[in-house]
């Protein structure tokens, strides 16, 4: 054969096909090799090499999500596929009617308004990230924006939300290990890389969060996710045998060869650049431009992205049922000389495959041609059920796309959980928290992300009602953003997130819990619907092999499970990235990330001229804080700062906390609140001097008054606990006594007063503890990320 | 009957403030087709059918070669014959943010030969170095500019690129646009005072962010008016008292009207 190699499969023993799978980069277990050599066996002959990466790819664990869907072994109890008992349990029990397509497509959709629907998706583009920043988050903003387009019968983008974890801006060098590089060479790299796709495209990125520990400095997290809008009719999409398959957009090269089996091993020195994509903006946005055209006049069945695995990934789940013949010679090539092989696994860039009907090609061809984009038609869907390549005449696989789907076996991991135990705090209370509190507003986590918000456009579209940043001098740090799609209309959008992975430290089921809360309630606090929000789940985590490692990753998805059903929050889309892992090549240890769950979530709001924004508005309101402070200072910031990790993670009482939210929307609705901020890293005392700043007012707070358990004595650990599920709030005198008979029944007390330009807190024998010039503590925040 | 004033917002590869900026029109009661760029090229559709033509944001072509260089050139080289026709008929043209790019290398801005021979003006990287999108006041300054006229107060509207920094040939054709009318926005500070940075964004000589020909019938301008038609878009909308327009959507009004009247 001219095109392809024969791999000698049936004669070979266990440790051959081991090493046949790892020196193809194939990332195939024993089991799964030998389900492919029985394949092979029935059908009497050796795979092609092609036939072999198409299995590789699909059976990859990022497009096959095996640790999640396997069986599971945890601490002796069994757990037949951890997604369908967790994750997607929750959204089929709530069965929510806005919920129109879940955990099928690119992306999860709800209903929007009477004519049209909103999908969203996140990704993670970590391991290319690693080695080449600008590229790496570059195409990952591209592949997740493809995504959208992609999903149903087309989507078209209307905001990006982008969430990074890095290495401490300052990480010595002489930690770092050998092959990766500097935590700030990523950050730069990575900004400017989403910073260019997503203005490029023109898609306001409008919310987002940058975390650093040193858990991330050999090994980035970089999530990228988009919304889209599409019309009622176009969400979903079913192939027909017979229609052609068009490729639309980009060229093929070498660029991203093996990206979707090389995310699921471990990163090392000596990984390839070659498993990065290249990424061109603006072909991309000539490909929206043209589909959606395309798509407003039902000229095709069916349409994806070509992401992670390419056209093998892209033409295989179309083709699972009707099965397709492809020509591979007729693919048009950046430049000569790859092998079919590589053709049909390149993830070269801004790409996107169609099925046809033959009637229609004509037409949409003309489209294309009209938008300056390349489309060709390089085969048909077949209704043979096989999926058949071709270069020329001849034939370099056929395969039986049942057994490309389902042909793998299970994973059967074990996962042993281990309750973590950290040294117990133990440093006195300080007379005066001001230091502690700048301390606080200076951690990069906390600090001032304008340098990264001004650099990229959250504002075109037109529809930017609330902002990233706000406030008086429009600075202040915003809850979520919200956006009007429809410019004709006040219906909007409103995206958030929840990420805190030092909470991970004591129990990724807490994490889960507490991310889960945080998405919600910064929804809930720019005046969301809580019976309107849906959410998203993107786990980042290290090897499921290891037993420990597993363990959390399975606790962090029962509490998904839980917390989603009291919270009356569907799921609607998620995503793993596992093997988050890096080879030192000095010591051989792998260093794995901490385990990392981002839950973004997004709700449709009714009318945006209810929203409300958190700076301070008006001299002499009254300050309340709704909900109760514990003492739960484990994971906190200050404790990081005073050197612990401390042991009582944040807790949720989700019944509770569901209450809560309802009232809090009623309060919103009733116009009773002029500012909202959430408590999340450094508790109270951050949201107070955020939402003091923003507004260019100070305020005067008594701890006397917070709601809070009686085990909790100290004045720090009042100011400063991360309990959940609490808002500040800001009601104007004249108010007051409506909203207090609102929230009889609830955790809300008026703890202080809106005045002068200083925060100062008394502490709960009325001395005050903390005395500071609202600009003092502004400029705390704003100094570190200032420009960095 | 009143007849119903016709827009051309052309689009191109890259373009990506279309959706607003139609609607702006829109909103002013125009009739506005969205056309790509090739459409004219191929003769298909013909500008003269049009009183007003609005050249976008975004990044048409990806800024290769310089920004808005290349959608300039298709317009000089392809479509200069029907654009003169219309420029002379004295018919309004827009260009916000790369469409005041793609304007001034055309020629069609500053305007000095009515079709420029060479490029008098630029539009060069942000003082800043880097990209970035804020809010700024503006000062209109052009008494002769069609998109402005009657507009007493300050307008604040929002920036976003990366190169805005308006520079001149050399200082008898910053004299030229000064003395004859043709800067249309300053940047300013709240009060209306000189502006620094970031009031100045991008560092423009004598803080200059928007320029009209000698006629006053073709306006460019960095800032997107299209951006705020509507109080909630301006950034401090929930604390702050604001008639429910936005300052941008006077520019829109005051074409449609110009168009209605005169065109």
């Known amino acids: 054969m001219k095109n392809v190699k024969i791999i000698e499969l049936l004669k070979a023993e266990d440790k051959k096909l081991l090493e046949i799978s790892r020196k193809g980069l194939l990332s195939l277990t024993l089991a799964e090799m030998k389900a492919v050599k029985n394949y092979f066996k029935k059908k009497k002959r050796n795979p092609t090499d092609i036939e072999l990466e198409t299995i590789a790819q699909t059976w990859s664990e990022h497009c096959k999500h095996k640790t999640f869907r396997g069986i599971i072994n945890y601490n002796g109890k069994k757990i037949d596929n951890l997604l369908k008992q967790t994750v997607i349990k929750a959204t089929n029990q709530l069965n929510k009617p806005w919920c129109v397509s879940v955990f099928t497509d690119n992306a999860g959709i709800i209903k929007f308004d009477k004519e049209n629907c909103v999908a969203f998706k996140v990704e993670t583009h970590n391991h290319p990230s690693a080695i080449e920043p600008y590229g790496g988050a570059g195409t990952g903003t591209g592949g997740v924006i493809r995504d959208i387009l992609g999903v149903g019968l087309g989507a078209k983008p209307i905001m990006n939300t982008d969430v990074f974890c890095f290495g401490p801006l300052d990480f010595p060098e002489e930690k770092m290990i050998e092959g990766t590089l500097h935590p700030g060479r990523i950050f730069k790299g990575v900004v400017a890389g989403v910073r260019d796709y997503g203005n490029r495209m023109g898609i306001p990125t409008a919310n987002g969060a940058v975390i650093f520990d040193e858990g991330y400095a050999s090994n980035p997290l970089v999530y990228c996710g988009t919304v889209g809008i599409m019309p009622n009719k176009d969400c979903f999409k079913k192939v027909k045998p017979g229609d052609f398959v068009v490729s639309l957009g980009g060229k093929t090269g070498r660029d991203g060869i093996h990206g979707a089996t090389f995310s699921s091993i471990a990163l090392d020195k000596d990984t390839e650049v070659s498993a990065v994509q290249i990424g061109n903006p603006i072909m991309e946005k000539k490909v929206q431009d043209a589909l959606l055209q395309a798509r407003d006049l039902g000229l095709y069945d069916a349409m994806t992205d070509c992401g992670a695995g390419g056209y093998s990934s892209a033409v295989g789940e179309m083709a699972e049922e009707t099965g397709a013949r492809i020509y591979l010679d007729r693919v048009p090539l950046k430049y000569p000389g790859l092998t079919p092989w590589e053709i049909w696994v390149s993830e070269a860039q801004e790409r996107m495959v169609f099925a046809v009907p033959p009637a229609k090609l004509t037409e949409i061809m003309k489209i294309f041609e009209r938008e300056n984009v390349e489309a060709v038609v390089i085969g048909e869907f077949s209704g043979t059920g096989r999926l058949e390549l071709f270069f020329g005449k001849e034939r370099l696989a056929d395969l039986d796309m049942k057994f490309i789907h389902d042909g793998g076996p299970r994973f059967e991991l074990t996962a042993v959980w281990k309750d973590k135990n950290f040294p117990a705090p133990d440093f006195l209370c300080p007379l005066d928290l001001g230091n502690s509190l700048e301390k606080i507003l200076s951690d990069l986590s906390v600090a001032s992300k304008e340098w990264i918000i001004r650099q990229y456009d959250h504002e075109v579209q037109g529809g930017s009602v609330i902002k990233p940043l706000q406030g008086v001098t429009n600075d202040g740090p915003g809850d979520a953003a919200v956006t009007r799609p429809v410019l004709t209309s006040f219906k909007g959008v409103a995206i958030a997130n929840g990420i805190n992975p030092r909470y991970g430290l004591l129990d990724p089921y807490w994490m889960a819990a507490s991310n889960i809360d945080e998405a919600v309630r910064n929804i809930i606090a720019v005046g969301g619907d809580p019976d309107k929000i849906a959410i998203l789940d993107n786990f980042c985590w290290g090897s499921p092999n290891k037993p420990e490692e597993l363990a959390g990753l399975v606790r962090a998805s029962l509490a998904c499970y839980d917390i989603a059903m009291a919270y009356g929050t569907p799921f609607i889309s998620g995503k793993d990235s596992l093997n988050n892992e890096y080879a030192d090549s000095k010591t051989g240890k792998k260093v794995a990330i901490p385990g990392t769950l981002l839950i973004s979530s997004i709700c449709i709001v009714e009318d945006i001229r209810s929203c409300v924004t958190m700076d301070f508005k008006k001299e002499g309101s009254l300050i309340y804080l709704v909900g109760e402070t514990f003492n739960e200072m484990g994971g906190s910031v200050y404790l990081k700062n005073n050197g612990y990790t401390g042991n009582t993670v944040p807790k949720v009482n989700a019944v509770q906390a569901k209450k809560l939210f309802d009232r809090m929307f009623k309060a919103m609705q009733q116009g009773l609140v002029r500012a909202c901020h959430d408590c999340s890293e450094g508790g109270l005392g951050v949201a107070l001097a955020e939402m003091a700043f923003a507004g260019g007012l100070g305020a005067n707070v008594y701890l006397d008054k917070v709601i809070k358990a009686p085990d909790l004595k100290r004045d720090d650990f009042i100011l400063f606990s991360e309990s959940n599920t609490r808002f500040v709030v800001e009601i104007e005198k004249k108010n007051s006594r409506k909203f207090e008979t609102l929230f009889k029944n609830f955790a809300a007390a008026n703890i202080g007063t809106i005045n002068g330009e200083r925060l100062i807190v008394h502490g709960e024998d009325g001395r005050v503890i903390l005395s500071e010039d609202i600009n003092k503590l502004k400029e705390a925040w704003q100094r570190p990320l200032r420009n960095p | ?263």
């Open chain 2, 1 to 263: 009957m009143k007849k119903k004033v016709k827009v051309i917002v052309i689009r191109t590869a890259g373009t990506n403030c279309d959706y607003e900026t139609v609607t702006a029109f829109k909103l002013c009661g125009a009739e506005v087709d969205l056309v790509h760029i090739n459409r004219l090229l191929e003769k298909e559709i013909n500008v003269m059918d049009y009183q007003i033509l609005a050249i976008p944001g975004g990044f048409s072509y990806g800024d290769d070669v310089a920004s808005g260089k290349i959608l300039a050139n298709e317009i000089q080289y392809r479509l200069m014959e029907s654009i003169s026709k219309y420029v002379a008929a004295k018919r309004l043209i827009i260009g916000i943010c790369n469409g005041f790019q793609v304007l001034v290398k055309t020629g069609l801005l500053p305007g000095i030969d009515g079709i420029d021979k060479k490029e008098y003006t630029t539009l060069f990287n942000n003082d800043s170095g880097k990209f970035e999108d804020r809010w700024v006041h503006l000062k209109s300054t052009s008494k002769k500019c069609v998109f402005t006229k009657g507009i007493k107060n300050l307008s604040y509207l929002p920036v976003a690129h990366g190169e805005g920094k308006f520079l001149t040939l050399d200082k008898k054709i910053l004299d030229f646009i000064k003395n004859n009318d043709m800067v249309v926005f300053k940047y300013v500070n709240a009060n209306g005072g000189r502006a620094v940075y970031p009031e100045n964004p991008n560092g423009s000589v004598e803080a200059i962010a928007g320029i009209c020909n000698p006629g006053g019938n073709i306006l460019g301008m960095m800032p997107h008016p299209e951006r705020f038609v509507n109080r909630y878009t301006h950034p401090r909308w929930t604390r702050v008292t604001l008639p429910e327009e936005g300052d941008g959507l006077a520019l829109f009004r005051n074409a449609v009207e110009f168009a209605k009247k005169n065109l």
